[in-house]
Structure formats: C-alpha cells, structure tokens
C-alpha cells in the first residue's frame, strides 16, 4: 500500500473527520485478593504547611516574568509528549513538532570535532578562553561563504553558541525602551525575551502582547505582512524561510522591507537559520539587498544544516555600517555585550563549524539537508492529496496546516491521542497562528517503508 493510500485511512478531507476518530484502548481490570494482617492504629499530628513557613527574600520578582504565558512553547511540547508515552508506554510516537533534529552530524564533521577534542589533551593541542567572538579562522571562513560579494568581512561577524542566544543578547542590546514589530506568526523567542526585558505591556486573549506590532503573515497576503498598514517600530523581527508558516519572501519583498526600515529609521533583525533549504534564487541572506548593511542585523545557525542542535554553535553579522541614531556603531555596543556575557563558543564546536564549511562538509551538509526536504516533501503531498490547505515546504523545511474554526491545541492533543504524531499547535507562534498546526520533517525517512512506525488503533493499521 502507498504512503498517500496508508495515511488515507486515517486522516480524510475533513479536519473534523480526521480528528473524529474514536480510537480506544481497553484496559482489563484485575481483582487481587492479599491475604489478611493485623491492624495498627497510627494517629497523624497535622503540621504547618511548607507554604506558611518557607523562609522569603526580600527580592522581588521581576514583574515581567509574570507576563509570560504558561511555559515556553517547545517545553510544553515536550512535556506533553512525555506524558502521552507515560499514558501509553508501548506506543511508538513520530515527533514532528520541536525542530530538533535525528540524522547523525556528518562524518567528515564529527571526526574534526573529534580531533580538536582529543588534542585538548595535549600540550601542543590545549587551549583555554578564546576570543568572545569567535575564531579568526571561522570568522573569516564563514564570511567568505556565505557572503561572497556582498561586502561582509571576518570582524562583521560573531561566532555564538546558536541563533536563540544571540537574540536575548541582541535585547539586551536594545534595552526595555524600544518598540518592536514581529511576524505573526513567528518563532516565539522573539516576542517572550522581549516581555523579560520589559518591551511589551500585558498579554490580551486573541491579541497579543501590549506595545508589540504584530505584522499579519496571512494565506491571503502571501504570508507577507502590508507594510503600509505597519506602524514604525525601532526593531523588527523578520525570519526568512519563515518558521513556522515555511515561506519564504521574494527579492522585491525584501527590498520593500529594507526600504521601510529606511524610511522609518527601524533596524531589522533578520534570522536566516534556514537559508539553505532555499533552492531557488529567493535571496539567503537579507544582505544580497542593497543598502540593508545600513538597517539590519543577521543572525544564523549550523544547528538546522549539520545537526548540531546539541552542539550549540551560530553567527550574528553586524555590518560597521549599521549606525545608532547618535552615529555610534552598533557592532561596538553588540561587541561589549558579547564580551560581557559570553566567553566565546566551544573550541570544539567551532572545529565542527570549520569542517561544516570545507567542501566536503558543505556536500554532506546539503546530504543532509536533501533527506529532510524529501521528508518534507511527502508531508507536504499526503495532506494536499487529502483535501487539506497546506503551506510551506518548498523552500522551508516547515509544514503550515490550516484546521479552520478549530484550536490548535485541541488538534495538537488529538492527533498526538490517535496517531501517536506530535505536531505543534500554531496559536504557540502568535495570534496569528490560531487554527494551524506546524509539521516538522524531522523524523524516519518516511520515503523508505520498512522504517516507517506502524500504529495499530481501532481498525486498520496506520503508518505515517
């Protein structure tokens, strides 16, 4: 049987009958008889509760912790996940919702790490603290590779330990007084380190965070905010191929958007953690734009590429160019807080990104990256060929599923009941994101059949 033909027989047209399903497991009750013993009588003297004689600081809470809502999103995922295999120990779950990734960091990779390792064993080979931003070498390597020609040079770019550090770094850069404008929907650190810092007001059902531009990204507008009806804010979040709708914005959008920054004296926070999943010329990095090295700020990551999501290892460029509204350079400010708050991202990462970067870490990287866009591709033909509206996939390794008038927790929790599939409820990305679920494409080959988990339910047998 096919895959499209398999995953038929449990997922229809409809959401409400894809959903619907009454699938059950029976439990067999049991009667135990212990044999009878003596009986004591223990009398229990009640004691002050913990709560009523914890000892308190003095020190209060940050107020804008209290903003947040529930716990972060990916977390919550996890904790879920964890719970349904607790409720169902047998039962084999496929995760497609946090993005973290299941093929092995590539030989050619993993040895060099291994070698820098090993070295650090050595008188010759050891070393210590290095430089906060990085290794000349990667620097370098990194700004010859990704931006060929587009006048980015080694000490433009700061070696960190992954895109979400970098972007609580780059707020506290900014301070509590600025305003903001994200995509809605958009990956959630963007708006909950804002709120920690104090950006935002109180969060409102259906709205949003108070004093956050929320910019529409809708099926309708092409998953492009109208920046005409966009009011000006001092940063803005923008993330292209976006995660989670899977879009990616064209060259004449970005420069529509690079010139609204112009015109409103904003600079752009552009995360392109997913720019080699394009395989059109749609531009992979904000800077093939002229004159965005004045208005923005890049952030990036090998996390999604090499697979070194637990390896920890990305890059910031901000261009000399990028000016604050005194005329000081932003990079000297981005420089103090990466002294400050960073010691420099692992020696042996930075071997691994090294050897991601040498043409045979660059051919097994785009190995790697073909598997998951294959992936990709098949979720993205099962739900079209079953009625649903999908988006995404094309340039982006992300699945945008709309179930009109439903929750996006409620149909989190229902397919996790009835197909062991974990996904991500869209409204966790914005109000914007109400009413969809994000697919992952991490996960088995979904391609090969005999890797594919099969789940027995209260009828046929399913395989997704």
Same mark, same amino acid.
Not at 92 to 107: A, C, N, R, W, Y
Not at 436 to 447: E, L, T, V
């Given at each position: 049987?096919?895959?499209? &033909?398999?995953?038929?027989?449990?997922?229809?047209?409809? +959401?409400?009958?894809? !959903?619907?399903?009454?699938?059950?497991?029976?439990?067999?009750?049991?009667?135990?008889?212990?044999?009878?013993?003596?009986?004591? @009588?223990?009398?229990?003297?009640?004691?002050?509760?913990?709560? &009523?004689?914890?000892?308190? =600081?003095?020190?209060?809470?940050?107020?804008?912790?209290?903003?947040?809502?529930?716990?972060?999103?990916?977390?919550?995922?996890?904790?879920?996940?964890?719970?349904?295999?607790?409720? /169902?120990?047998?039962?084999?779950?496929?995760?497609?919702?946090?993005?973290?990734?299941?093929?092995?960091? +590539?030989?050619?990779?993993?040895?060099?790490?291994?070698?820098?390792?090993?070295?650090?064993?050595?008188?010759?080979? /050891?070393?210590?603290?290095?430089?906060?931003?990085?290794?000349? !070498?990667?620097? $370098?390597?990194?700004?010859?590779?990704?931006?060929?020609? !587009?006048?980015?040079?080694?000490?433009? *770019?700061?070696?960190?330990?992954?895109?979400?550090?970098?972007?609580?770094?780059?707020?506290?850069?900014?301070?509590?007084?600025?305003?903001?404008? *994200?995509?809605?929907?958009? /990956?959630?650190?963007?708006?909950?380190?804002?709120?920690?810092?104090?950006?935002?007001?109180?969060?409102?059902?259906?709205?949003?965070?108070? &004093?956050?531009?929320?910019?529409?990204?809708?099926?309708? &507008?092409?998953?492009?905010?109208?920046?005409?009806?966009?009011?000006?804010?001092?940063? @803005?979040?923008?993330?292209?191929?976006?995660?989670?709708?899977?879009?990616?914005?064209?060259?004449?959008?970005?420069?529509?958007?690079?010139?609204?920054?112009?015109?409103?004296?904003?600079?752009?926070?552009?995360?392109? %953690?997913?720019?080699?999943?394009?395989?059109?010329?749609?531009?992979?990095? @904000?800077?093939?734009?002229?004159?965005?090295?004045?208005? $923005?700020?890049?952030?990036?990551?090998?996390?999604?590429?090499?697979?070194?999501?637990?390896?920890?290892?990305?890059?910031?460029?901000?261009?000399?160019?990028?000016?604050?509204?005194? #005329?000081?350079?932003?990079?000297?400010?981005?420089?103090?807080?990466?002294?400050?708050?960073?010691?420099?991202?692992?020696?042996?990462?930075? %071997?691994?990104?090294?050897?991601?970067?040498?043409?045979?870490?660059?051919?097994?990287?785009?190995?790697?990256?073909?598997?998951?866009?294959?992936?990709?591709?098949?979720?993205?033909?099962?739900?079209?060929?079953?009625?649903?509206?999908?988006?995404?996939?094309?340039?982006?390794?992300?699945?945008?599923?709309?179930? +009109?008038?439903?929750?996006?927790?409620?149909?989190?929790?229902?397919?996790?009941?009835?197909?062991?599939?974990? =996904?991500?409820?869209?409204? #966790?990305?914005?109000?914007?994101?109400?009413?969809?679920?994000?697919?992952?494409?991490?996960?088995?080959?979904?391609?090969?059949?005999?890797?594919? +988990?099969?789940?027995?339910?209260?009828?046929?047998?399913?395989?997704?």
């Amino acid at each position: 049987m096919s895959e499209m &033909n398999q995953l038929s027989t449990s997922i229809s047209s409809s +959401p409400s009958a894809f !959903l619907g399903q009454d699938h059950r497991f029976n439990v067999r009750r049991q009667n135990v008889s212990l044999p009878a013993k003596r009986s004591w @009588i223990c009398k229990c003297v009640a004691t002050p509760s913990a709560e &009523n004689t914890a000892y308190k =600081t003095k020190v209060s809470r940050n107020e804008n912790m209290g903003k947040l809502q529930a716990g972060y999103l990916f977390p919550e995922i996890a904790r879920r996940r964890s719970a349904h295999m607790l409720k /169902y120990p047998d039962a084999q779950v496929i995760s497609l919702g946090i993005g973290d990734t299941t093929e092995p960091i +590539p030989e050619v990779i993993a040895s060099a790490m291994a070698k820098r390792s090993n070295s650090l064993a050595t008188i010759e080979g /050891y070393s210590g603290y290095g430089a906060e931003q990085g290794e000349k !070498l990667v620097r $370098a390597t990194i700004a010859s590779t990704f931006y060929t020609n !587009l006048g980015i040079e080694e000490d433009d *770019v700061f070696i960190s330990d992954g895109a979400k550090s970098d972007i609580s770094r780059l707020q506290v850069l900014f301070g509590s007084d600025v305003t903001m404008a *994200v995509q809605d929907p958009s /990956y959630p650190a963007y708006v909950d380190s804002g709120v920690i810092m104090g950006q935002t007001g109180r969060y409102q059902n259906n709205v949003g965070y108070g &004093n956050i531009e929320y910019m529409k990204c809708t099926p309708e &507008n092409g998953f492009f905010p109208d920046l005409s009806s966009v009011s000006r804010t001092d940063v @803005i979040f923008f993330c292209s191929p976006n995660n989670p709708t899977g879009s990616a914005a064209s060259r004449g959008q970005l420069t529509q958007l690079v010139q609204f920054a112009k015109d409103n004296g904003s600079i752009i926070i552009y995360d392109s %953690a997913y720019a080699l999943y394009m395989s059109d010329d749609t531009p992979k990095s @904000i800077f093939e734009i002229p004159g965005a090295k004045e208005v $923005a700020i890049e952030i990036s990551s090998f996390s999604k590429y090499a697979g070194f999501t637990g390896v920890r290892l990305g890059w910031t460029v901000v261009p000399k160019e990028l000016q604050f509204s005194d #005329g000081f350079p932003v990079a000297k400010d981005f420089n103090r807080i990466v002294c400050t708050c960073f010691n420099g991202a692992s020696n042996i990462a930075q %071997a691994g990104g090294l050897a991601c970067l040498s043409p045979k870490g660059l051919e097994a990287m785009q190995e790697v990256i073909g598997f998951y866009k294959e992936n990709t591709r098949i979720i993205v033909d099962t739900f079209k060929s079953l009625g649903f509206n999908v988006y995404g996939g094309k340039n982006a390794p992300y699945v945008w599923v709309h179930f +009109p008038g439903r929750s996006s927790w409620e149909v989190f929790e229902e397919i996790l009941e009835k197909t062991n599939v974990v =996904t991500t409820p869209g409204s #966790g990305f914005g109000p914007g994101g109400e009413g969809f679920i994000r697919s992952g494409f991490y996960g088995p080959n979904f391609a090969e059949n005999d890797k594919k +988990p099969s789940f027995v339910l209260d009828g046929p047998e399913v395989q997704v």
